[in-house]
């Protein structure tokens, strides 16, 4: 047997062994007696249960929610699962109360959910559930939400990205979930794939992150909004940009480097030929994965050449005050989901440098034309994503005028989230 069969057989083998014992201790537990259900209290489980609010896009995605559902309950009580004592401040820093349900068994996990004694949950699919990043992860989430649905729950499984290539081991646990479960898959694409790996019922839906409000009262999201009016006083298009290490998975510190290198040479020639002034944009301040390692050296190459047409706010903004900045730009290029749906939401069009196949789904929801839709590989030729900036640039005025007339119907494909909740 060759190393990588051997691997993947291993790897197998180590899945399905964890997974026999989690649907084991699923089919063991017995809800106990927590506290008295009032109709009013939900429990987020998040995709990243470890930092939380590392990523903006679960952050938008929790804020979107809890705001959606405090205008029909406004005495709302919110928990969120947790695993670790960051993530238990960053749930504080929220306005949620941390529920410690993740770092241990999923017995133990259990228990501490059935004290909180949700009569609402809401599972953050993300791009998750599909098993591309820990199928175990996956699992344990799907796990959690049919516990809570078996307990009497109302559940909703957020709008959710599915790759081409879903673990196949996830699929029994699909298969097997409530038929109360709210599935809802954020793209056409996504749900084309779901229906053929499972029968589990679902519904077409759009990132729940479309319900969430910009957030335009803190001094520096003003700093900006400022220096983008003057910008275009000026005569400058304002470009946002983003691009970080994820584009590329388990991109090698050379690989890194070389997405640098391209967009700087990039922007470069874009500026020169364009009236742009660039915003970089960062979404992600989760370390060696998050997007400063990238944009921070951008902003040093571009500064250098026209200080006066870059900004880079460093400042650590929470999903709402980036949904405003993005609509600062004229246009966003990203290689971050959640930022180009709040540039969306803020009717700003977007071009994306795309992975897992995303990108795709959310452009249909607004016909979108696909050409300002760019792979890693891409990304890492200066030539093909300056020519790509260049004819967004060129294409924003009509490319503006498609995203306000379909903006009104993805904002209620992204109510129907909820709607399993508030039925």
Known sequence: MSTSLLRRARHYAHVWKHLRAMRGELARHVPSGGAARTGHRLLIVPSDPWTLIGAK???????????????????????????????QDAARQLGFLPVDAWAGSLTEGLRRIDEFAPDMMVVLGADVLDGYYSPLTAARMLLTAQAAARSGTRVSILGFSFNARPHRLLKSVFDSLDASISVNLRDRLSRERFQRFTSARSQLVSDSAFMLLPDVRQAEVERVGSWAARSRDAGHVVLGFNVHPMLIRSATPAQVAGLVDSAIAALREVCKRRPVALLLLSHDYRGNDGDDVCLAPIANAMSA???DRVLYPTAKFTAAQLKALAGSTDGVVTG??????????MERPVAALTYQDKFQGLFAHFDYPERFLLDPQGAADPRRLAAMIEDFVDQLPTLTTTVMQRLPDVQRASALNLSALTA
């Open 336 to 345: 971050r989901m959640h930022l180009a749906i709040a540039s969306l939401g």
């Open 305 to 307: 050449l026209m200080p």
């Open 57 to 87: 896009g679960d952050e938008a995605m929790m804020q979107s929610v809890v705001g959606r559902l405090r205008q029909q309950l406004p005495a709302l009580e919110v928990g969120v699962v947790t695993a670790t004592a960051a993530a």
